[in-house]
């Protein structure tokens, strides 16, 4: 193997490690049910001063923004509605764990 074989196999050993790493944690997220909610960042152009052109490129980003509020806002509520019903299912599960006589079926 030539010296710049060795380094593109290198790169893409190093490259793919650096991909297992990050897929594994969002695999064990996966796994568990865990889903990310993405918060949105807020247009930058409302921060600085705006030239005549930009304000109907700012009042579009501004637009998006508030539909991407609403969007984390609806994830987080899925997110919390399943983290509770898991809970409930472990803790029910526990519960008939330590007396069948409270266990559904």
Do not use: H
Request: charged letters at 30%; proline letters at 4%.
């Amino acid at each position: 193997m030539r010296l710049s074989e060795m380094s593109i196999c290198g790169a893409a050993l190093a490259t793919a490690a650096a991909f297992l790493t990050f897929v594994q944690p969002l695999a064990a997220q996966a796994i568990r049910g865990f889903t990310y909610c993405a918060p949105p960042s807020r247009p930058a152009c409302i921060e600085r001063s705006v030239a005549a052109l930009a304000v109907a490129a700012c009042d579009e980003e501004v637009q998006l923004f508030t539909k991407m509020v609403f969007r984390y806002r609806e994830c987080l509520e899925r997110e919390t509605e399943r983290a509770v019903r898991e809970a409930n299912d472990a803790i029910e599960r526990w519960r008939c764990r330590l007396d069948e006589t409270k266990c559904r079926n």
